[in-house]
């Protein structure tokens, strides 16, 4: 498999692992999508590039802050969440979920697959 169906395998694996994930694609610190399992609704560029300039400011905030080094980044809706996991050096991983889910097994889940992804791009 070439870097790109791994990387969708994990994408896959990680809806599977959890049905309170709707969408969750893999985005560059840039902005620019790497991995996508988004409903053909959401606009997947536009979305990696609004999650990747929370990210930075997030990044921001924290260090502002003084709480460190941005771990996780999450947004909560009328309609659910969306969290956001560094996933390697460059890049992150943003989950859509549903209103009602379970955010423990979701961040879990994320940073199981936030290792895997990672990996996935070092090689």
Do not use: W
């Amino acid at each position: 498999m070439n870097r790109t169906e791994l990387l969708n395998e994990a994408l896959h694996n990680l809806q599977r692992s959890s049905s309170d994930i709707e969408a969750c694609t893999v985005f560059s610190e840039d902005g620019l999508v790497i991995a996508s399992s988004l409903p053909p609704d959401m606009d997947e560029d536009h979305v990696a590039a609004m999650t990747s300039a929370m990210l930075s400011m997030g990044g921001r905030t924290a260090e502002e802050l003084k709480r460190g080094k941005l771990e996780q980044l999450f947004v909560k809706g009328d309609n659910g969440y969306a969290i956001v996991m560094h996933a390697g050096t460059y890049s992150a991983l943003v989950a859509i979920t549903r209103k009602d889910a379970k955010l423990g097994l979701i961040f879990l889940d994320m940073n199981r697959a936030v290792k895997a992804i990672a990996e996935i791009l070092a090689s």
